[in-house]
């Protein structure tokens, strides 16, 4: 079993920034990719970001360009730097792991408890 572990979220205003880390008690060819899922109110759970054990990164295009996911593998961490964030940023920010990448929830198989990030305007 592995647990994850999130911190970082909160309360900034739009066009600042925000970062949010992820420890993980081990990795595991069944955590070979980490990644990062958003829910807003009334909405499903959406990609945002991922990372694999080889350093492939993958982004979801709405946050392309402001977001960047990274890890530091000695410390089985992963990390998530949200820059220029906008209102529609906020949600519950849940990390994730899994054997393969990608975009949909169902493929990883261990969760986070989530992180609340909230962008004001």
């Not at 080889?54 to 949200?82: H, P, W």
């Amino acid at each position: 079993q592995v647990q994850l572990v999130e911190s970082g979220g909160g309360l900034v205003q739009a066009g600042g920034s925000l970062r949010l880390s992820c420890a993980a008690s081990r990795r595991t060819g069944s955590t070979y990719v980490m990644g990062w899922f958003r829910q807003a109110p009334g909405k499903g759970r959406e990609f945002v970001a991922a990372i694999t054990l080889t350093g492939m990164t993958y982004y979801a295009g709405s946050v392309k360009g402001r977001f960047t996911i990274s890890e530091d593998n000695s410390k089985n961490t992963m990390c998530l730097q949200m820059n220029t964030l906008k209102p529609e940023d906020t949600a519950v920010y849940y990390c994730a792991a899994g054997p393969s990448y990608s975009t949909g929830p169902a493929m990883y198989n261990y969760w986070g408890q989530g992180t609340q990030v909230t962008v004001s305007s």
